[in-house]
C-alpha cells in the first residue's frame, strides 16, 4: 500500500476559490478511492496545523494534526520533516520548497501580472517560491490554459510539464439553500444583482460600484470580503442600492445565488474563476468581464462586459432584468457548461499522475 500526503493547511482558512478547490478534490477522492475499491492500494492522509477553521466528513481519508507552527513556518519546516520521503500534494498555491517528491497547483500568476493586488513582502515570497518549485517538480497542475501560458511566461516551465485541471461545479447539488439570509439583510428575492468575492483589487469591484451609481432603480447585493471600508479609504462613493453583507457560509450563498437576478464577475484577472459557475449551477444569468481565461473556461455561454466600461456593464443589467425572453435563452445557453466541470475529472489524473511517477 502505498503512503500518500495531502498538504492540509487550507483547513487553517477562509474558504475563496484556491480553498474550494482543494475541499472539493478531497471530498471527490475520498468518494473516489471508496467508489473505485482503492483503498487496498492507496492510504491517503491530510496533515495540517491544529489550529483548522474546517471540518470534512470524510470515511477514507484521515486527518492528522501536527506540529505546533502555523502558516508558512508550518509548511516549510514541520510538513517536509513529518510526510519526510513520502509523496505530497500541494492544492493551494504553496508547499514546501526543500522537498522534491510533490505536486503542487499554482492556481495563477497575479503576482506576477497584477503585482499592484498584494503587498511587495507577499510578492517576493510568492516569486520565490515559484521559481523554486517550478524548477524542482516534475509536474505542476494549474486551472486553465491561460494560466498554464502565464506560468511559462514567467517561469520558463515547459509546457509539456505543466498539468490543466479545471475546477469542478458538482458540489453544489449537496448544499441546501439557508434563506434565513433574506431576512437577516433585508434582501427581496428575485430583485438583486449579486456579485461574490473578496475585496482585492483585481477583482475589478469598482465597476460594479460606478454602475450601481447610474442604475439607482436596481439594487446589488456584495458578498464576501469583510466589509465596505476598502472603498470608502479609496474615495469610491456607496449609494443606498449596494448593500455589504460580508462573509457568508455555502447555504447562505447557494440562497443568494437561487434568487439573484443576475450575476456579475468584472474580474481583471483571474486564474479560473469558480463562483460564475455556481451561479450558473443555479439558474443565474451571469455578466463576465471580456478577460482571456473567461473566455476560455465560459466561452459563448455567458455575457460580457470590459473591464473599465460602466456603461456596458449596465446595458448587459438591464437587458436581463427587462427581457424575459433574454434571460431564459442566456440561462439555456448556460447549462452546457454544468455537466463539463467535474472534480472528478482532475481525481482521474491525480491517479494517473501517481502511478506514473
Same mark, same amino acid.
Given at each position: 500500500?502505498?503512503?500518500?500526503?495531502?498538504? %492540509?493547511?487550507?483547513?487553517?482558512?477562509?474558504?475563496? %476559490?484556491?480553498?474550494? !478547490?482543494?475541499?472539493?478534490?478531497? =471530498?471527490?477522492?475520498?468518494?473516489?478511492?471508496?467508489?473505485?475499491?482503492?483503498?487496498?492500494?492507496?492510504?491517503?492522509?491530510?496533515?495540517?496545523?491544529?489550529?483548522?477553521?474546517?471540518?470534512?466528513?470524510?470515511?477514507?481519508?484521515?486527518?492528522?494534526?501536527? %506540529? +505546533?507552527?502555523?502558516?508558512?513556518?508550518?509548511?516549510?519546516?514541520?510538513?517536509?520533516? !513529518?510526510?519526510?520521503?513520502?509523496?505530497?500534494?500541494?492544492?493551494?498555491?504553496?508547499?514546501?520548497?526543500?522537498?522534491?517528491?510533490?505536486?503542487?497547483?499554482?492556481?495563477?500568476?497575479?503576482?506576477?501580472?497584477?503585482?499592484?493586488? !498584494?503587498?511587495?513582502?507577499?510578492?517576493?515570497?510568492?516569486?520565490?517560491?515559484?521559481?523554486?518549485?517550478?524548477?524542482?517538480? =516534475?509536474?505542476?497542475?494549474?486551472?486553465?490554459?491561460?494560466?498554464?501560458?502565464?506560468?511559462?511566461?514567467?517561469?520558463?516551465?515547459?509546457?509539456?510539464?505543466?498539468?490543466?485541471?479545471?475546477?469542478?461545479?458538482?458540489?453544489?447539488?449537496?448544499?441546501?439553500?439557508?434563506?434565513?439570509?433574506?431576512?437577516?439583510?433585508?434582501?427581496?428575492? +428575485?430583485?438583486? @444583482?449579486?456579485?461574490?468575492?473578496?475585496?482585492?483589487?483585481?477583482?475589478?469591484?469598482?465597476?460594479?460600484?460606478?454602475?450601481?451609481?447610474?442604475?439607482?432603480?436596481?439594487?446589488?447585493?456584495?458578498?464576501? %470580503?469583510?466589509?465596505?471600508?476598502?472603498?470608502?479609504?479609496?474615495?469610491?462613493?456607496?449609494?443606498?442600492?449596494?448593500?455589504?453583507?460580508?462573509?457568508?457560509?455555502?447555504?447562505?450563498?447557494?440562497?443568494?445565488?437561487?434568487?439573484?437576478?443576475?450575476?456579475?464577475?468584472?474580474?481583471?484577472?483571474?486564474?479560473?474563476?469558480?463562483?460564475?459557475?455556481?451561479?450558473?449551477?443555479?439558474?443565474?444569468?451571469?455578466?463576465?468581464?471580456?478577460?482571456? @481565461?473567461?473566455?476560455?473556461?465560459?466561452?459563448?455561454? @455567458?455575457?460580457?462586459?470590459?473591464?473599465?466600461?460602466?456603461?456596458?456593464?449596465?446595458?448587459?443589467?438591464?437587458?436581463?432584468?427587462?427581457?424575459?425572453?433574454?434571460?431564459? !435563452?442566456?440561462?439555456?445557453?448556460?447549462?452546457?457548461?454544468?455537466?463539463?466541470?467535474?472534480? +472528478?475529472?482532475?481525481?482521474?489524473?491525480?491517479?494517473?499522475?501517481?502511478?506514473?511517477?
Amino acid at each position: 500500500m502505498k503512503k500518500i500526503y495531502i498538504n %492540509g493547511r487550507f483547513l487553517t482558512q477562509n474558504i475563496t %476559490g484556491v480553498q474550494r !478547490y482543494a475541499i472539493e478534490i478531497v =471530498k471527490a477522492l475520498d468518494k473516489y478511492l471508496n467508489d473505485n475499491k482503492l483503498n487496498d492500494k492507496y492510504k491517503f492522509e491530510i496533515v495540517c496545523p491544529k489550529n483548522i477553521k474546517q471540518n470534512l466528513n470524510l470515511k477514507n481519508i484521515e486527518i492528522k494534526k501536527i %506540529g +505546533n507552527l502555523k502558516g508558512h513556518l508550518w509548511e516549510q519546516i514541520e510538513l517536509p520533516l !513529518y510526510v519526510k520521503n513520502k509523496f505530497l500534494f500541494n492544492f493551494c498555491n504553496c508547499a514546501p520548497l526543500v522537498k522534491k517528491n510533490q505536486i503542487v497547483t499554482i492556481h495563477d500568476v497575479a503576482i506576477c501580472d497584477v503585482p499592484y493586488a !498584494y503587498s511587495k513582502i507577499f510578492r517576493r515570497w510568492y516569486k520565490f517560491m515559484y521559481k523554486v518549485l517550478t524548477s524542482r517538480l =516534475k509536474k505542476i497542475f494549474t486551472v486553465s490554459e491561460f494560466s498554464k501560458k502565464r506560468l511559462n511566461n514567467h517561469f520558463n516551465i515547459p509546457l509539456e510539464r505543466i498539468e490543466v485541471t479545471y475546477n469542478g461545479i458538482d458540489h453544489m447539488k449537496n448544499i441546501k439553500p439557508d434563506e434565513n439570509i433574506f431576512s437577516k439583510f433585508s434582501i427581496e428575492k +428575485n430583485n438583486y @444583482v449579486l456579485a461574490v468575492s473578496s475585496l482585492n483589487p483585481s477583482k475589478n469591484f469598482k465597476l460594479i460600484l460606478e454602475t450601481a451609481k447610474i442604475l439607482p432603480e436596481i439594487n446589488f447585493v456584495i458578498a464576501g %470580503g469583510n466589509n465596505s471600508t476598502v472603498f470608502k479609504e479609496q474615495g469610491l462613493k456607496i449609494t443606498s442600492n449596494v448593500k455589504f453583507i460580508g462573509y457568508v457560509n455555502d447555504e447562505e450563498l447557494v440562497a443568494l445565488y437561487k434568487y439573484a437576478s443576475c450575476f456579475v464577475y468584472p474580474s481583471i484577472y483571474e486564474g479560473f474563476g469558480i463562483p460564475p459557475l455556481e451561479a450558473i449551477y443555479f439558474n443565474c444569468p451571469v455578466i463576465l468581464s471580456n478577460i482571456e @481565461v473567461f473566455k476560455e473556461i465560459y466561452m459563448n455561454n @455567458v455575457l460580457y462586459c470590459k473591464i473599465d466600461d460602466c456603461s456596458i456593464l449596465k446595458e448587459k443589467i438591464l437587458l436581463i432584468f427587462n427581457d424575459k425572453m433574454k434571460k431564459i !435563452y442566456i440561462i439555456e445557453k448556460e447549462k452546457n457548461l454544468v455537466d463539463k466541470y467535474k472534480w +472528478n475529472n482532475i481525481i482521474i489524473k491525480l491517479i494517473k499522475v501517481m502511478e506514473n511517477r
